[in-house]
């Protein structure tokens, strides 16, 4: 089992910035990559950026540039640095632990509520 929890949301107003942060716990030797998704009312979750052991990243079209996903395997916490934040960024963010194999498997955090408003 691993263990996800989050923090770091909050309220901000449109172009500010917050930085979540996801310390992983538990069989995290298992683990292959962590990532942050993210769900709006009336919206499916979504990918927002993700990171491998091997450090290789992957961010949705809507946050590059403006988002950065980063890792510290010394306390095995995961941060996602969120600039520029807009109103259509509002939404429960939910960190993901993910084994690739034997077998796949998602392990997910409670989710911290971001709101961006002014």
């Known amino acids: 089992q691993v263990q996800l929890v989050e923090s770091g949301g909050g309220l901000v107003q449109p172009g500010g910035s917050l930085r979540l942060s996801c310390a992983a716990s538990?069989?995290?030797?298992?683990?292959?990559?962590m990532g942050w998704y993210r769900q709006a009312p009336g919206k499916q979750r979504e990918l927002v950026a993700s990171i491998t052991n091997g450090g290789s990243t992957n961010y949705a079209d809507s946050v590059k540039v403006r988002f950065t996903i980063s890792r510290d395997n010394a306390v095995n916490t995961v941060y996602l640095q969120m600039n520029s934040l807009k109103p259509d960024d509002t939404a429960v963010y939910f960190c993901?632990?993910?084994?690739?194999?034997?077998?796949?498997?998602?392990?997910w955090g409670q989710g911290t509520q971001v709101t961006v408003s002014s």
């Open positions: 993901n632990a993910r084994r690739w194999a034997g077998p796949s498997y998602d392990y």
């Open positions: 538990g069989s995290i030797f298992s683990i292959n990559a």
